[in-house]
């Protein structure tokens, strides 16, 4: 799925999360998998709030899902829910949540799931400013 199908930016290899996954900016890594990797958002919203992107160089939840392989997808979540698990969040609860694009509020341009915990969460959707 081209970027012009998808509505979003082609790939930016500059982005910040592509700079951790090539090493050049550290992390506070929770899980890695030759698919995925898991870290601590920088700027914590719940007591528990880790981040999961792939591996591989993806916009968007519809970039990631039309031209990643299925092992890179199998991959992916299978890994977002082991660090549900291994962050003991599954007896609790928790959420997961993907921004996408300007109205979705995404900030850094490579798809990511954030994973929130430790608190109960407030509304699914704020109401609009
Ligand atoms: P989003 O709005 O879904 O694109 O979220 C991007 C998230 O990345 C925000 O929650 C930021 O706090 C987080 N973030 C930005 N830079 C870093 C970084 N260097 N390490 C960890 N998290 C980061």
Redesign the pocket.
Known sequence: MSAATTGLPPYDAGN??A??LRGE????RVHETPHALA???????APV?V?VIPKGPYVSLADFSANASDAEIGGFWRAVGQVARDLGLESRGYRV???MGPE??????HF?V?LFGGRRLGRMVPAAP
Do not use: A, M, T
């Open positions: 910040i999360f700079r951790i900016i550290p992390c506070k870290f601590h958002d920088i700027n914590p919203q709030h981040l949540l993907s921004n979705g509020g995404q900030e850094v341009p990511h954030h």
